[in-house]
């Protein structure tokens, strides 16, 4: 499968925990985005690299956030001491510059 | 601050109708309007997209319509089947920096045999 694929599918974790997500791009396409989804609405957008650099962060993603994209292959997303609000799908979605964007399954979020 | 908007909520449709879902932007900005169908539990798909030099384009069952003036496009299914069933978002960006995408709310759509 060359598509983007996420690790994760799903995880359960207890409020306080610190998680992890990863997402692998398709191979060669240089921006990396993550979004987050909650139910019955569209992704929003949290934050994107282009090769290994992070250019952008939303104001959605709070200190607890944080993502990074070393040597500009895989990306990781990482949220530290979680809250219930964080409960979510995580989307990643990859593209060549200037390109459609390709999503991945996506990471779905509990948080008890 | 909604930047784009979507409608209907939901929508259910009898097979071979024709569903149509609108949307309506703000921002001039934006270049690049695609439409993603989504799953449940899958990622969102892109079916069709258009830019606003075109008032509308057509790749197979899914035609997009597109109305500069009014700030809108809208998204028609052919010959629905049940198999269309899913959510679908509508989507918009500007070419130019994040190229982030700004999306709709969604819309649930049922296609009954």
């Known amino acids: 499968d060359t598509g983007v694929s996420q690790d994760p599918r799903h995880k359960i974790t207890k409020r306080g925990q610190n998680v992890t997500f990863r997402c692998d791009p398709i191979s060669e396409h240089n921006r990396l985005y993550w979004y987050r989804q909650t139910l019955g609405q569209g992704p929003e957008f949290l934050t994107y690299f282009q090769n290994e650099a992070q250019l952008e962060k939303s104001r959605l993603l709070s200190d607890r956030f944080s993502a990074e994209r070393p040597k500009g292959s895989f990306s990781t997303l990482e949220i530290q001491r979680t809250e219930q609000g964080d409960s979510a799908m995580y989307l990643c979605a990859s593209t060549p510059l200037g390109e459609t964007q390709y999503f991945g399954p996506g990471t779905r979020l509990l948080v008890l | ?113």
């Open chain 2, 1 to 113: 601050q909604q930047q784009v908007k979507q409608s209907p909520q939901s929508l259910i449709v009898q097979k071979g109708g024709i569903p149509i879902i609108n949307c309506a932007y703000e921002n001039t900005a934006f270049d690049y309007f695609p439409w993603y169908q989504q799953f449940p539990g899958k990622g969102p798909a892109l079916l069709i997209a258009i830019r606003p030099d075109v008032s509308e384009k057509k790749e197979g069952r899914f035609t997009i319509s597109f109305n500069k003036s009014a700030k809108q496009f809208s998204l028609h299914i052919m010959d629905s089947q049940p198999g269309d069933s899913a959510t679908y978002f509508c989507a918009a960006r500007k070419d130019q920096g994040a190229q982030k995408l700004v999306f709709g709310q969604g819309t649930r759509l049922t296609i009954n045999p």
